[in-house]
């Protein structure tokens, strides 16, 4: 009886104790609005989190019910989503320009100016003067400024100014100097644009602005470290957990992996290697990095210039200018790497504007993929597409990596660009979907706002903020707001092979979510732009919160 009764205690007190351990968890979310985004799109209320990963989902009660919490968050009925992903950014380029002339929405030459001249003031011990966001589209002279105001404000000190695309650069004659381009001459995959004497006018395009870039002293690196968590905490500031870091050379690549390995910087990111040939050759001998925060198994091509720099390469002449644009590197050249990255694990992602280079992307990709799902690469941008080449994406399994916000930014003078019958099959978000069944959605930050809300209103409704175009522009293409959230969160996941570890909330999956004020998918369109995050959190941790009043 002695050994009955002992026995039934010790199978009580094992049960208990694996209960009590099974109900310890490190976080409770509850009382929330949870859009899951799992298979079903399930809609929960709270969820638990235990050594950063998601353990259960269900309803307050339940959880609260069935776990013990070190830490309780009432969302007081805040509307929580899967961390946001951003598929097609540029973390550099953002944390750099931090540091620079910020000439984004400058409405004329002039403010370009003054904007210079406040900066060599303020910064005088600076060696160059480096500053990136000027759209020559947006001012009254729409022609590409010249050299010779800057040579008159600037004539000891070298400048180079960045388009908002950065295909583009207006450099001054000093910087000329210090790059002895004295004369215009040819340039693979680029321009030197010359004035009306046959010599450099101070623009140059795609490839040519490495002539002036060679020169620029590169950053160092506790300062570059600095000026990427500033970019880090804008990025949490609205929601965002994850992005695609769109093209890194080796220098940035051995960057990231020091910060990430000494825990300095905490935002997912998913590095491209920038796609020259030395890089190429050294990840493919070294094979991929991945890490919890930091991953590297993707390469990024580049296959023509921008739209708005009339660098996109096109089938047909532009419809405003006797040119069809340009490719970078030679059709042999695209072959030969991308023979080269089918034989190997690396994922392809090419930058693609007009459609002409998407369609030589795409038809050498289906050239050399063998089991093509497999391998998940993808088209940077696919902003013109002919007809007759969207049914590429889904023959031969290639994701359209779109930014909806370039669609209501370009949509002022892209049909002067491409004529009434070509601009319909452009920015065709719609049919991209249909064809592929999921699009990977970004913002191509700095070149667009960094917030995913303004991605995702554009992709919806296609107007910019202040609602125009009545009744949207191209609404054909416009997506739902189920697509548009999964496009943030699970697709762009997929497009970098993530889907099992983020992109929804989910048990197992690494415990990412946002918290904003107000719901996205049931505001008015109107109101979306103007909704903040409450709270950001990556792997259980919060990152961002924004102070009550």
């Given at each position: 009886?002695?050994?009955?009764?002992?026995?039934?205690?010790?199978?009580?007190?094992?049960?208990?104790?694996?209960?009590?351990?099974?109900?310890?968890?490190?976080?409770?979310?509850?009382?929330?609005?949870?859009?899951?985004?799992?298979?079903?799109?399930?809609?929960?209320?709270?969820?638990?989190?235990?050594?950063?990963?998601?353990?259960?989902?269900?309803?307050?009660?339940?959880?609260?019910?069935?776990?013990?919490?070190?830490?309780?968050?009432?969302?007081?009925?805040?509307?929580?989503?899967?961390?946001?992903?951003?598929?097609?950014?540029?973390?550099?380029?953002?944390?750099?320009?931090?540091?620079?002339?910020?000439?984004?929405?400058?409405?004329?030459?002039?403010?370009?100016?003054?904007?210079?001249?406040?900066?060599?003031?303020?910064?005088?011990?600076?060696?160059?003067?480096?500053?990136?966001?000027?759209?020559?589209?947006?001012?009254?002279?729409?022609?590409?400024?010249?050299?010779?105001?800057?040579?008159?404000?600037?004539?000891?000190?070298?400048?180079?100014?960045?388009?908002?695309?950065?295909?583009?650069?207006?450099?001054?004659?000093?910087?000329?100097?210090?790059?002895?381009?004295?004369?215009?001459?040819?340039?693979?995959?680029?321009?030197?644009?010359?004035?009306?004497?046959?010599?450099?006018?101070?623009?140059?395009?795609?490839?040519?602005?490495?002539?002036?870039?060679?020169?620029?002293?590169?950053?160092?690196?506790?300062?570059l470290l600095l000026a990427l968590r500033r970019a880090q905490d804008s990025l949490f500031s609205v929601g965002l957990t994850s992005i695609v870091d769109a093209g890194l050379t080796v220098e940035q690549l051995d960057y990231l992996k020091?910060?990430?390995?000494?825990?300095?910087?905490?935002?997912?990111?998913?590095?491209?290697?920038?796609?020259?040939?030395?890089?190429?050759?050294?990840?493919?001998?070294?094979?991929?990095?991945?890490?919890?925060?930091?991953?590297?198994?993707?390469?990024?091509?580049?296959?023509?210039?921008?739209?708005?720099?009339?660098?996109?390469?096109?089938?047909?002449?532009?419809?405003?200018?006797?040119?069809?644009?340009?490719?970078?590197?030679?059709?042999?050249?695209?072959?030969?790497?991308?023979?080269?990255?089918?034989?190997?694990?690396?994922?392809?992602?090419?930058?693609?504007?007009?459609?002409?280079?998407?369609?030589?992307?795409?038809?050498?990709?289906?050239?050399?993929?063998?089991?093509?799902?497999?391998?998940?690469?993808?088209?940077?941008?696919?902003?013109?597409?002919?007809?007759?080449?969207?049914?590429?994406?889904?023959?031969?399994?290639?994701?359209?990596?779109?930014?909806?916000?370039?669609?209501?930014?370009?949509?002022?003078?892209?049909?002067?660009?491409?004529?009434?019958?070509?601009?319909?099959?452009?920015?065709?978000?719609?049919?991209?979907?249909?064809?592929?069944?999921?699009?990977?959605?970004?913002?191509?930050?700095?070149?667009?706002?960094?917030?995913?809300?303004?991605?995702?209103?554009?992709?919806?409704?296609?107007?910019?903020?202040?609602?125009?175009?009545?009744?949207?522009?191209?609404?054909?293409?416009?997506?739902?707001?189920?697509?548009?959230?999964?496009?943030?969160?699970?697709?762009?996941?997929?497009?970098?092979?993530?889907?099992?570890?983020?992109?929804?909330?989910?048990?197992?999956?690494?415990?990412?979510?946002?918290?904003?004020?107000?719901?996205?998918?049931?505001?008015?369109?109107?109101?979306?732009?103007?909704?903040?995050?409450?709270?950001?959190?990556?792997?259980?941790?919060?990152?961002?919160?924004?102070?009550?009043?």
């Amino acid at each position: 009886m002695k050994f009955f009764t002992f026995t039934v205690l010790s199978v009580f007190l094992l049960i208990f104790v694996a209960c009590t351990t099974n109900k310890e968890v490190d976080l409770i979310v509850y009382n929330a609005k949870v859009y899951t985004v799992d298979s079903n799109f399930t809609v929960a209320e709270a969820f638990a989190i235990k050594n950063g990963v998601f353990v259960d989902i269900g309803t307050s009660e339940d959880i609260s019910r069935k776990y013990i919490a070190k830490e309780r968050i009432d969302a007081k009925g805040g509307i929580i989503y899967p961390g946001f992903y951003d598929a097609h950014a540029h973390f550099f380029m953002f944390a750099e320009l931090l540091e620079q002339v910020d000439l984004r929405g400058t409405k004329s030459f002039d403010e370009v100016l003054t904007k210079l001249k406040i900066y060599k003031e303020a910064y005088p011990e600076k060696k160059w003067i480096i500053g990136g966001g000027w759209d020559q589209n947006q001012w009254a002279d729409k022609t590409f400024p010249t050299k010779d105001s800057l040579d008159k404000y600037f004539p000891e000190t070298p400048v180079f100014l960045s388009r908002v695309d950065y295909h583009a650069a207006l450099v001054n004659s000093q910087a000329l100097k210090l790059s002895q381009i004295d004369s215009v001459k040819p340039v693979e995959g680029g321009i030197i644009v010359a004035d009306s004497t046959g010599k450099p006018s101070g623009i140059l395009m795609d490839n040519a602005m490495a002539l002036v870039k060679l020169h620029i002293p590169p950053p160092e690196e506790r300062p570059l470290l600095l000026a990427l968590r500033r970019a880090q905490d804008s990025l949490f500031s609205v929601g965002l957990t994850s992005i695609v870091d769109a093209g890194l050379t080796v220098e940035q690549l051995d960057y990231l992996k020091k910060f990430y390995q000494q825990d300095s910087l905490t935002i997912r990111d998913y590095a491209m290697i920038a796609g020259n040939r030395a890089s190429i050759e050294k990840y493919i001998k070294e094979g991929f990095f991945d890490g919890d925060r930091l991953s590297i198994r993707s390469v990024k091509l580049m296959a023509d210039g921008a739209l708005g720099s009339r660098g996109a390469c096109l089938l047909d002449h532009y419809h405003d200018a006797p040119t069809r644009g340009f490719l970078l590197h030679s059709p042999k050249e695209f072959d030969d790497v991308i023979k080269k990255l089918a034989a190997t694990e690396f994922q392809v992602n090419t930058h693609a504007i007009g459609d002409s280079a998407n369609r030589m992307m795409l038809d050498t990709y289906g050239k050399h993929l063998k089991e093509p799902e497999k391998r998940r690469w993808r088209i940077e941008h696919a902003q013109v597409i002919a007809p007759e080449d969207f049914s590429k994406f889904a023959k031969f399994h290639i994701i359209p990596s779109v930014q909806p916000t370039h669609a209501t930014s370009d949509m002022y003078w892209a049909e002067e660009r491409l004529g009434a019958d070509r601009i319909k099959g452009a920015y065709a978000y719609k049919d991209l979907l249909n064809q592929y069944g999921m699009l990977a959605l970004g913002s191509d930050f700095p070149i667009e706002h960094f917030n995913p809300l303004y991605g995702f209103h554009a992709a919806v409704a296609r107007v910019d903020h202040s609602g125009f175009p009545q009744g949207g522009f191209q609404m054909e293409n416009a997506i739902t707001r189920e697509q548009a959230l999964k496009g943030m969160t699970i697709w762009a996941a997929y497009s970098c092979f993530q889907e099992r570890k983020r992109g929804s909330i989910e048990r197992g999956k690494d415990a990412d979510f946002t918290i904003l004020e107000a719901d996205i998918m049931t505001v008015p369109l109107a109101k979306i732009r103007e909704i903040k995050t409450r709270r950001t959190v990556i792997a259980g941790q919060t990152v961002f919160e924004r102070p009550t009043d």
